[in-house]
């Protein structure tokens, strides 16, 4: 039997926690959510700690991270959570109210997989929410076991920033021939063709 797919929602506002909960609760696409209260108590659940010793179902096929949580706040529940051999492998989404852009380029340094500023609208939190759920709990795949399990390795950092010398190799044309539009040139082509 495969274990039905949960997510950890750590969120400390009770007004977003439960309107997340009735969006996220739907029977669209089925899975369970448990919501952590306060950054230490995310911890807790994800590492079967304190409360959570006899949590018997595996990792959560995703956490929804709040920043600005109590006892721990977001970023040092990612910087945990992403350092941690056994944990490192879970996506995280930060859902949170900052567009501060320190906040979103300190939570990508950290290894967090997205970052969504909270609508304020009440429509337009459950959509948003109904697509992250749309994405991670039904159509993306979770890595597999031997992923989740092995070291991780030293960032490829060198390779991904370095600009490449000499003429292109005919591989290379080829992958930038390949390449989506970025929001920008789809802008661009827009207002081209008007």
């Known amino acids: 039997m ?7 929602l750590a969120e400390d ?11 996220l609760s739907d029977d669209q696409i089925p899975c369970d959510v448990r919501v952590a209260r306060d ?24 956490v929804l991270l709040d920043l600005k949580m109590p006892k ?8 945990q959570l992403k350092t941690d051999e056994r944990l490192r492998a879970i996506p995280v989404v930060i859902f949170t109210s900052s567009r501060e852009e320190a906040d979103l380029h300190l939570c990508y340094q950290l290894g967090a997989n997205g970052y969504v500023v909270k609508p304020v609208d009440y429509a337009e939190f459950g959509a948003v929410l109904h697509a992250i759920k749309a994405f991670w709990m039904a159509a993306n795949e979770p890595p597999p076991r031997a992923v989740r399990d092995q070291p991780a390795e030293a960032p490829r950092n060198a390779e991904l920033t370095t600009a ?3 003429p292109p190799s005919p591989a290379r ?5 390949l390449r989506a539009p970025t929001c920008a040139s789809q802008a661009r082509m827009l207002s081209d063709e008007k």
């Open 2 to 8: 495969i274990p039905r797919r949960w997510l950890l």
């Open 13 to 23: 506002n009770d007004y977003d926690a439960e309107l997340a909960l009735r969006t």
């Open 39 to 62: 950054g230490q108590e995310a911890l807790d659940c994800l590492s079967r700690r304190g409360d959570f010793q006899a949590r018997m179902d595996g990792e959560p096929a995703l």
């Open 72 to 79: 721990l706040d977001g970023l040092e529940v990612l910087r």
């Open 164 to 166: 490449p010398t000499g």
């Open 173 to 177: 044309s080829a992958s930038r021939r």
